[in-house]
Structures are given as structure tokens and as C-alpha cells.
């Protein structure tokens, strides 16, 4: 027999072996079993996952609506006037608005308790409380303490939509008409001056912000010391350095919807754990159109295209692409006792009927789905979600898919390859050759990092898989634009520490501080290790692993803008997903990064249902792939995954080729690159 387990993560297991026919029978543990006694792993769940905001917004709407007794909602960022459900209209409003539905199901006796985070210098940066913290157009900020005649008039107005008016109402006390942005503006304002003082009955609201006495605790964890960020200033002067952002600037970036939990016995309870933010630019269908009235209008201009056509003519904001998950059961525990720690840490109370008791009457669906519901939560020092992609990344065999919108953790790729590497010599020491090793097809799709800062930690992440030639320029005999830039610092490091060596022993004792400091972004770099793939099938041939990086983009199908570049625009990947082998699965708010491993507050849903990881692993591939070839994967065999892999990396080539000549392409998949070069970094 053998006996194996991660002491981080699981109990140890004995798997009896067939002497005879040398075979054992073992389960796979993806769940966090060390971990049961704070977020345990639950059975029976019924488990819906939604793709975009469409889909995604219009359930959440539903079954908001339908609430009899109590409605729980954190928050990242929180838009009143975001509409769920959206009918085509150029002109705000297209539907309902958030706010007005939390209104009108606490006007009819819905508790409603609002739960998102607020920090005064990053909230106006992100502007993640529209109307609190900013506006949809850049340049001005109208929420401010002073209320002028005109806005208590607005105020009255403003009043009576609570009770169902529609919000364009609004604006009629105003003595001159307004735009509708400026309406919507006005609308958001008023909302949150609303809730704030408590004139909308039965719905409360409180913020949190970043405890970096626990965030600093949690990332100096002894069991993780890869997790403590570097102090030291970076190379650039004046721009903040990573530890602050991290530290002293960490977000509550959960996203979770219950809906009457304890009512009835839980028997109607429902809840959401999301990656999608309740703002409207987070809404988009899974067309992610060129241009369409139904996204917000980049007023901002927040996008590429929408700087590059300006004012004059006005765009809609990036394609954006994201899930949620809803799911009712035993599950729904954990997401509770969640919303209730942080509830209270922010000095809210308990309703009469509240307790951490598992409702009697939650839901038990026959063939359920198996949830664990794991965190980042620095006040209680959980790093759960590390753990489950620390562990599952080690029990991949066929596929891992990863789409993250942060993609630079990359002491998980070491894991990753370290893992692998024992996996191929435990196959050939069980007397299998390299080439009869189960290949591991990894493929990533990310965007391109939104902040320059956020490019070198990616350039890290892609290194270490191999794939350093996507970014950076190929200039310099071949070597990446980054690496180039690395091998510059260096060089200066070894100039000035060659000089402070040529010092005399008594001129060392009284000049320390002149021993140089390796800059934050070249002590990483040196941990990053390229590793050698073969040239003609790209498998990094150690580990039995081939890797494909890809971005989405969109294609203008309407009127073509005059440069032919411009007709494409990128489709944001905001997803935390990870699939493995049609076999695990998890998403929700964590990105792959050191602030969600370890800083930000964060959940995750985890499942191990072979059904819905299969029924997702072919409904996003083909979606993003547009139906080309066999590039869904068919059943997820070794075989059919290979082949899909191909047909991936086929139709990114094409697609490529067709950009460059300014045609249309298939699905959305493209080949991941970015040139940038740059010598500082964000957290």
C-alpha cells in the first residue's frame, strides 16, 4: 500500500496496490480537507453557473425581486444606477435600476443589508461607489458633503422614485434639462445621500476598510514566507512602491449575494458567490460586441478605442468577460457565515433570527454538486483559496484552463513545475518511458495588464512557463525587450557592487549605507527560472507540459473606423476561473496574484462536479474559439484534448494573420503579447 497526503492541505490517505496487476484505486482530493473546520465541504448543492453580465444580472435580478425576508450583498463596487436587465436603448435609463430594486423590495419589508468596501484615495481613483466616489465622466467629482438648493430639490424628486417612479422623473425639478449622464449622475448621488441617512426603509449600508495590521500578519505567515513583498523602493522614483499598495492599500474585493437565508428554514434560501462587480461596466453580453448602447458609454475614456475616437465620437467600454455562480444548500453555510464576521467587524448586528446554525430546510438536490467554499480574510487569517490552487495544480494530468485578470503569481508556476517534475519521474521510475507520460496541456487566457506597473510580475508568470518571448520587444539577438532591461540592471548592480568591494576594509566600517540594494524588480527576476521547450513541439520536455497563452479581441462589424487597426478593440478578461481535467473547478473574486493569495479579502467556490466542469469547459471554449474545429474539447480525453490544444493553437495563428491584414476573425482568440518595458511594479 502507499500512504500520501499534503500536510498543508489534507489528511494523510492510504491507497492499497494490486501487487499482482500493479494497479491501485484511489479519489482524487481536490478539497482542502485540513481546512473542513472553518469552510467545510458540503453536499447535495444545486450549482448554476452564468457567463457575462447579461445572463449573469438578469438571474441576480430575478431572484432579488423575489426576496420575502432578507437580502445580503458585498460589494467591491456598487453603481445604483447600473440596470440588470437592459432593453436596447441609447440613453440611460435601459431598465430598472439596482438601487430602485433594493428600494422597492425593502419598501414591501425585505431586510437589505449593503456591505461594500470605502477607502477615500482609491475609491476616487477606481471610482467604485459611483455617486459616492466619482462620476461616469472624468474630470469632476459631485459627490461632496455641500447640498445646494437645487440638489434638495433634486432630493424631493429624487424621494419619490423610491416609491416607483421611474428614475428619468427625476429631473424635473431642474430649471434646465440635463444630459442623460448627468442624470444618471444625479440619480446615484441622491441614492447614496439616501441610504446613507437611513431614508430608505429596511435597507442599511456599511463600508469596510483595509486592516493592514492583518494584512501584514497574513503575508508574513511562516508556513508561506514567497508571500512577503519586498519594502524596498522600486527602481522608478515617485511612483508608490508594491508593499504600500499591498499593505497599507488593501481592498475587500468579495462579491456575494444571499437571499433569505434563514427564512422559512432556509427553504428558498439562494446565494451568488460572483466574480462580475455590481457596476455597469461590468455588464456586456457574450457577443462582447464592438460597440453596442447596452455597455455603458466610455465617457471616461477608459479604453483604447474610446482615446482614439474621443468626445466627437462616443463609444461604449471595453467587452468584458466574467462569471457568478449561484447555488442553494448546505453550501450557502459558509457564504453566510461570511457576509455575518464581516457584517459585524463593520459594526453592523445580527437580525433577531440570525445564528451560524445550518438552516433546517436548505435545499438537498439528489447527484448535488460537492462545494467548498474557500477565503482570503487576513482578520482571520485565511489563505484558503491558495490552498486550493496550490493543491489542485499539483493533481492535473490532461488540461488545466486558466482565465485570470491578474496573472502574476508566479511562486504558483514554481509549484506548478515542481509538481509536474515529480509526477514524470514518479511515472518513470513505475517503469513508463518520458514519451508515454500524460502531457499536461495548460492553456491561459489574461488580458493585457491594465497598469504598466503590472507588467513585470506578468512578465515573470509567463517566463517561468516558457512563454518569456511574449512580451517585451525581439530586438537584442532575440532576447525579450524585459529581459534585456533585466540584464541593463544587472549589469549597473555588479558595476556598483564591484566598486563598493574595491574599498578599503576601515572605508567598508564607515560607509555601510553605500552597499547597494538590488532593486525590487530584479531581486524576483533573479527566482524566475525560463524553462527549455522543445523547438519543434513546444513541450517544456522535463515536465511533460505545453502552454498556450491567448487574449481576446472583437471585431467592428458595423461602420469601419478609417485605420483598419482601430476596428479591433480587446475583450477584458475579468474571470478568476480555473478548470482542471473536467474534475475541479473554482471561481469567484480571486485573481492570481500575491494581493488575493494573501492581502485582499476574497472568496472562491470550489466544486469537484465531473457534469458542470465538463458542461463549462466546452461552453467557454467554444464561445471564445467561435465554434472552430474541435476546439471544445469534446469529451476531455488525452486524445480529444490534444487535439482541441491544436485547434487553439491553429486558430490563434489565423486569427493573427487576419488582424494584420484588417479582416475579420473567428471567435476571439488571439496570441498573448505585450511590448511594454517597463522598471517599476504594482502590487
Known sequence: MMSASTPQTHQANTTHIDTTKRVAHCTVQWFCERDQAKHPITFHNQLDIFMCGQQAFSEIARDIARAQSTVDLICWGFDPAMELIRKENSAWPRGQTYGDLLSAIAARGVKVRLLVWHAYLP???????VGLTGDQRSGYLLSTPNTSAEDIALGAAMQSSMTGLPPSANTAMRKTPVSPEQARQDYCVQWWRNAQAGRIPNLEVRSRKNNADAILKNLRDPASPEDMPSAAAPSHAGLINEYDLIVKNGTHHQKTLLIDYTHLGGKAATGYVMGLNSTSDYWDTSEHLFDTSLRETDWALKSA???????RRPVSRDPLHDYVSRIQGAALQDVHRNFFSAWLRAGGKAHPEENTALPSLLPKVKNGSVIQIVRTQPEESDKTIKNAYFQSAGLARNYLYIENQYFFYECWVRHLKEKRSKFIQWAQDAGKKHQECTLLHMICVIPQPEDDGMVPRTYDMVRSLGEGKSMGSNEQGGQGGQQALLAAMRKQYDRD????????THEQMERP???PQKPALLQTADQVREPVKNPKTGEIESMGLKVLLARLI?????RPLPKPASNYRQVYIHSKLMLIDDSFLTLGSANMNLRSMAGDSEINM??????????????VWAQHTGGFGFCDGGDGTEKAILRAFNDWMQLMKMNDISVFKGEPITGFVIPFRDTRQISFRHG
Open 513 to 515: 549605507h553605500m552597499e
Open 606 to 619: 470550489v466544486t469537484n462536479d465531473v457534469d458542470k466542469t465538463t458542461e463549462l469547459r466546452k461552453r
Open 497 to 504: 557592487l564591484a566598486g563598493w568591494n574595491s574599498l578599503g
Open 123 to 129: 475609491g476616487y481613483i477606481q471610482n467604485n461607489l
Open 305 to 311: 478605442t474610446a482615446r482614439q475616437l474621443g468626445q
Open 554 to 558: 472583437t471585431h467592428n462589424k458595423g
